[in-house]
Each structure stands twice: as C-alpha cells, then as structure tokens.
C-alpha cells in the first residue's frame, strides 16, 4: 500500500492510497479523498468527496495518479477555498 498528501489544489488537498489487488497482488486500485484542510494521512482524512480508479492499474504509482485525476476534476467543479 502506498499514500501521500498533496495540495493545495484550488484551495483543498488530495490524500490518495493504493493498494495491490489482482491476482498475486500484481495490479493495483487508486482511492483519493478532497479535503478542506490538509489531513495528516488519507485514513485520518475528513472529505468533500471520496473516489477511486474504475480499472485496476499495473503500478501503484499510477494508480495513485489516476485516483488523483479524477479527485482535481471534482475540485475543478467546486468553489475555491482561501
């Protein structure tokens, strides 16, 4: 499993994991979280709204930065924040 915190991105953070999924844990899903404040891990993260990877993807990397593309279109879509 892999995380990480970034932003600010329009105003609001991003905390994103992913973690192996698939057979032999070879593939991976990407989760994110749109935060008003910047949280101290994804777990702990209080939400505007949570979202996930459709597919499973062939590195955590971009699983975490597919889950992240999603996340900054609904930051695209809402006011900014500060």
Do not use: N
């Not at 935060?35 to 955590?60: N, R, V």
Request: a neutral charge; aromatic letters at 10%.
């Amino acid at each position: 499993m892999v995380e990480r915190v970034v932003g600010p991105i329009g105003g609001y953070y991003i905390a994103s994991y992913a973690c192996a999924m698939g057979e032999f844990g070879r593939q991976f899903l990407g989760f994110a979280k749109v935060c008003a404040a910047k949280p101290q891990d994804y777990w702990k993260a209080q939400a505007f709204a949570e979202c996930s990877t459709t597919e499973l993807l062939d590195s955590a990397e971009t699983a975490l930065e597919c889950a992240e593309r999603v996340a900054r279109s609904h930051i695209a879509q809402m006011k900014p924040v500060r």
